[in-house]
């Protein structure tokens, strides 16, 4: 009955913006470890989920968004979370779910998406580094900046409206061990405000070193795109990374490289050696070079 149906979803007024390249493209071509599914034998099942809609992707797109989560139901118990986005045809997003659970037939199948377990930055653990919430509250600051740009047209660059990472991997075959979060990384940059084309204000040339520049990763040493953007990375593999401003100086920019707030970053990185081993001679796992692991790493 209508009670029932109720009890299971409510749908929430409001819209929020999510980035189209952090949900865009993964929900056209979902990993099954992002996906959570919870299946409803009957119309007296309790999945305990409140949604919303969201709109998503480029063109944008209606999805059911879970606001809150009963702890002491079933879609809670299989780890679905806030945040996470209902998969499937529902044309007019929660309404529709109100509709199918209403009307069957049963048994239903739903399937939450988990944004932030789509990309490239996963812990060690196998779990993101940021919540499936934490992925649609930076996609939707990304996305107002998309929508500002297109309203105002601006000369900086707006393409994209997530971390978007284009890699070229090393020319050898073999990757022994791959960058992960503590990690030390000696690292060639490049760093250009908006663009390819935009103004250097950042190198490891201009360090004037004659060094690769060295940090640990995950560890805030570097503007979070960066830190986000360089995960599971083999020596000798090129990445270029657009940034959004979320994801760098923020709203107030940078007065040490007199960057202005809101703007996208654009960052070139070779890496040269991963803790100390370089391209040349990464064919060892880690358990072969640390003598049965890397710890806490």
Do not use: H
């Not at 913006?17 to 992002?34: F, H, T």
């Not at 409140?50 to 139901?73: C, F, H, M, Q, W």
């Not at 499937?88 to 309404?95: A, T």
């Amino acid at each position: 009955n209508r009670r029932n149906v109720l009890n299971f979803v409510v749908p929430a007024t409001g819209m929020l913006l999510v980035s189209p390249s952090i949900a865009g493209a993964s929900i056209a071509n979902p990993e099954p470890r992002a996906i959570t599914t919870v299946i409803l034998d009957s119309s007296k099942a309790r999945a305990g989920v409140e949604l919303y809609d969201v709109t998503i992707g480029t063109p944008p797109k209606s999805y059911p968004a879970v606001r809150s989560v009963n702890p002491a139901a079933t879609a809670f118990a299989s780890g679905v979370q806030p945040g996470m986005i209902l998969l499937g045809n529902y044309p007019d997003g929660s309404k529709s779910v109100v509709a199918r659970l209403r009307d069957g037939p049963y048994p239903i199948v739903l399937q939450f998406y988990n944004l932030a377990a789509g990309g490239d930055a996963i812990g060690d653990l196998g779990r993101p580094l940021v919540t499936a919430q934490d992925a649609l509250t930076m996609a939707q600051q990304a996305s107002k900046e998309a929508a500002v740009a297109a309203a105002n047209e601006p000369q900086l660059s707006t393409k994209g409206t997530g971390l978007v990472i284009k890699k070229t991997p090393p020319l050898g075959d073999k990757c022994g061990i791959k960058s992960r979060r503590g990690d030390v990384l000696e690292i060639n940059y490049e760093a250009r405000v908006a663009s390819p084309g935009g103004p250097i204000y950042d190198s490891s040339e201009q360090r004037g070193t004659g060094q690769p520049y060295q940090f640990v990763l995950g560890n805030g040493d570097v503007i979070k795109g960066v830190d986000l953007g360089l995960f599971d990375m083999c020596p000798g593999e090129v990445r270029e990374l657009d940034i959004p401003s979320v994801l760098g100086y923020g709203r107030k920019g940078s007065n040490l490289f007199d960057i202005p707030g809101d703007v996208r970053l654009w960052w070139k990185v070779e890496l040269v050696r991963l803790n100390f081993v370089g391209e040349e001679s990464n064919v060892k796992t880690r358990e072969e070079l640390y003598d049965g692991g890397s710890g806490d790493q």
